[in-house]
Structure formats: C-alpha cells, structure tokens
C-alpha cells in the first residue's frame, strides 16, 4: 500500500528469506564462512543455531547462491518426520529411485549410498541442508550420523547442514548424540544485531529497495533497536507497520509516535492501542476516500525537498534528477545485448572482446572470470566492473530481460555502460530489475603459491608477506617466517573479507588477497558517494 507513497520499488521489510535484502553484519559474514568452510570440510556435520528470525535461512540461502556447481544440494523445510519418512524425502529430493511402497530402512539406506558413491565416480559433492533442524528426533538424528559414514579415503560423501534454534544446540549436548557432536566440523550461533547495526540493517534494506531518502530518523534506531531486540524479523514486521502508519497519516517519514504505535500493534498490547488506534483509522479512511489529496500533498512535499536553498542547487534536486529504471536503447536489439555488455567488462580492463567465451578469453588475459548470483554487498566487496543480467523495466517480461555493465556503484546512483552509451541510474533501479546475476573478472597475482604451512619459509611465504602487507599496511620482512604473528594477521584478513578466519591459505583466501592487493585493477565502488 505504501510503495508508490515512499517512492520504493519493492517491499523493504518482507520477512521472506531473499538473498539480496541480506544485510551482512559481523555475525552474519561469520555464520557464511563457517557454512561455506563446512561445504568444503570434506563432510560431516556442520551447524548454524539462532534465535528465531535471527536470519538463519537467508544467510542459507546466500550460501546456496555461493555453493560450487559441482554440488547436488537438498533443502528439507519440514523435518518433523518418523526416520523412513525422512529416509524417503532425501530420496525424492535427490531424485533416487527405490522400490514403490518401500517401507524398509535398509532398502531407504541402500538406495542413497548407491547413489553417493555413483556421485563421488562423477566428482559431484552431495549436500544435504535439514532447516528447523530442533524438531528431529534423537533416533532420526542418529540415521542421519549413520549416513555419515560412508567415505572415501579422503572425504565422507555425505555433508549434512543442520538449521535450527538454540535446542538444537542442547540436544545435540545429550550423551546418547556425543557420535554426532564429534563429527560436527563447524558450528556457529547467529546472535541479534547490536544496536549500531539495526541503523545499518534499515538502511540498507530501504536502499535495495530503492529508496531516495531517510524514512526513519537516526534518533529513532535506538528505539527500534530496544523494541526489536536486534532481531531481524522483528526489526523487519514492526518497520513494515510504521511505515503503513506513517502513510495512512500523509507523512513524509516515521516519527517517534507513529513507531510507539506500530510497536503496541505488532506486540499485541490492547491497552494502549484502545487510545491510539482511532486517528491510524480515521486517517486510513481519508487516505481512501481522498486519494486526490494526498497525491496533491505528496506532490507539494516532494517539490518542497527538491526546492534548492537559495543560490546553490540541493543534493536532494540532484538526486531526485536520477532516472529510477535502466531502459535498453529502443533502436538497438537486445539480441546483442550480452555481446556489448562484455565488450564494455573488458574495454575497463584494456582488453577487446573478440566474441564467444569471455571467461575462456578472459584466462588467456592472465585474468579469471566469476560467474555468480548474489547482491550487491556481493559487488561492493568484489570491486570490480561486473555485467549483470538486467530485467525489463516493467520487471515482468523475461524475453526483454538484457545485458549492461556495471561501471561505478556509492550508496545513492550505479552507473552502466548500456548499448553504445552509458546512463546513471537511483540505485532503485538494481532492486526492481536485476536479476542477481552477475560477471565479473579479477586478476591472478603472479606466484601465488598453493598453500603455506606453519614455521615454512621461502618464497611462498614471502609472497603471502608482501600481499598482507599491501593491504593492510606495513614493511613485509625480508626472509620472514610463517609463524603465529603472520597467521593473526591473515586471520584478520579472513575476517574482514567475511571467510573463516583459520589462517589457512586455501583458494577463497587466494582469490579475496589478490582482488585486495591489486591496485591496477578497474574499480567499481565510488567511495566519494558514501555519504
């Protein structure tokens, strides 16, 4: 009801588990390294508790968006089931055939291991994800340790994620579950936001969804904060109410007493809302009944923003200049589109395109290429031009979904090279039509080694000094030592890039150092527009 009122693209405070609305908070980053280092753990158990809205789900399925093609993945959403029932949904889910009217464990059991042997003969990983994972029973739990079992000299061929609340974490502490404690090979629990990061958590929410301007004053996020309790869904269900209050009333933004309100109908108290709920009616009404007046006062309002002060244009003007929808050229095919946007991805890097496989292309550059779905904390972090796969304006009509290529990206506007031209765009535009496809390429240091072990020395550790040096700051040693004081500091890069910090140099670590420390590099982010 409000969208069209607040000038917003989409819904900001859906509590569906969208990928993209995803805010990445520490305890968010720290929750997705820990599932993607259980991914790439070589099996076992891996266990992400949380309160309830804490985000657990979503922060799944960014992993699901980031997890290798070479993975077969089941997501099981309901597991309150009996050990066949649950034996027979991992089989449907992974497409395994068995005996029609089967009710044999054994049958059940045989049936999967067949099929993750024949999965690891083709180099496919199998993931299983069980969300509300509090609600399996201790005999169930212990099927799925059995399943476990089955391994390689190298690896199990099962890797089982387990979704749930803080009980899960207690049941699992049971002596009779100690065989499944021990094979958990990572574990997280996912807290509430801290007070700084709901302010962070709103905005960014109401940025994806294309917002142009504060629509909760920063003097009230500490009542947001003390109301919600850091959590994400609630944070989400009593923003969603206000801003329904805030637009019935014709206002312009939240204020203190249209939150006091929403808080006493989100949390139920019958008291207050005796007093309260008749103006929030009254203006409900008027809003119907007088949709003339209020876009007229919706009108003036945003006119009066946009007035400059006198003598000097307004920053508020300016941006409200900005076009909130990218258009593909109306004389030119989309057909070419995927062409163009890829000859633009590599103009920025001092290449030419020569058509077909632009990864393959790419490599013979010296340059890699990521192929990926995600956000645009995705991009932010990346920092590299990217061709996104960009829907119609309207939003609804895929066969004139088409290619552009992301230039330049602040908190307010992105930039495209579109076509043979280029635009800047809100930044609305990327919530209502892009799709979470993206492409980009990044360059592979010279002489990066594989890995690096503990107390080596040579060259390989001298690279890894000089690289940690860059980007962080500092003098790399001349003949230095892999010793505890170079893994702190790599384990703070880990952690600032948002994978596990283990102070192990595998192949996301490798790739996030030499995205980091190459200064060549076309940029993406304009840090003068954070502002």
Known sequence: MYQSHFGLTEAPFSIAPDPRYLYMSQRHQEALAHLLYGVNAGGGFVLLTGEVGAGKTTVCRCLLEQI????????????????????????VEFGIAYPPGNASIKVYVDCINAYLLEANARDRQTVLIIDEAQNLSADVL??????????????????????????????????????????????????????????????????????RRRLFPARLMGQVYALSGGIPRVINVLCDRALLG????????????????????????????????????????????????????????????????????????????????????????????????????????????????????????????????????????????????MRDAAGQNRDRSFFATLTG????????????????????????QWSGHYTLLWRTLPEAPKTVRAGERGPAVQWLARQLAQVQGGTAEADPVFDDAMARHLKQFQFDQGLVPDATLGPQTLMRLSVAADKAAPKLVREQGRN
């Not at 908190?411 to 209502?432: K, N, P």
Request: hydrophobic share 45%.
């Open 142 to 211: 212990e099927e799925m340790r059995l399943l476990t079992n089955l391994e390689t000299n190298q690896r199990k061929l099962l890797q089982i994620i387990l979704l749930g609340q803080p009980e899960l974490a207690v049941m699992l502490a049971r002596p009779e579950l100690r065989q499944l404690a021990q094979r958990v090979v990572a574990r997280y629990h996912l807290g509430p936001l801290a007070k700084p990061e709901v302010d962070a958590y709103v905005r960014h929410r109401l940025d994806m969804s294309g917002a």
């Open 246 to 389: 805030a637009y019935v009333q014709g206002k312009e933004r939240v204020d203190r007493a249209t939150l006091a309100q929403a808080a006493r109908e989100v949390f139920h108290q019958p008291t207050a809302r005796r007093d309260l709920t008749r103006p929030l009616v009254a203006a409900l009404i008027l809003a119907i009944g007088g949709a003339a007046a209020v876009m007229a006062y919706q009108r003036e309002q945003r006119e009066t923003d946009a007035a400059p002060a006198a003598g000097a244009p307004s920053a508020v003007q300016a941006q409200a200049a900005l076009p909130d929808r990218l258009d593909w050229p109306q004389d030119e095919p989309t057909s070419g589109s995927k062409s163009i946007a890829y000859a633009a991805l590599f103009r920025a890097w001092g290449a030419d395109y020569r058509g077909g496989d632009a990864c393959k292309q790419a490599e013979g550059l010296g340059l890699r290429c990521r192929m990926a779905r995600g956000g645009l904390d995705d991009l932010r972090q990346f920092n590299r031009p990217a061709v996104l796969q």
């Open 68 to 91: 290798p093609q070479s993975c077969d993945v089941a997501y099981i959403f309901n597991p309150k089931l009996t050990v066949p029932e649950l034996l027979s949904t991992i089989c």
């Open 409 to 432: 990206l602040d908190y307010r506007s992105a930039s495209f090279a579109i076509g043979a031209g280029g635009t800047t765009v809100a930044l609305g535009a990327l919530a209502a």
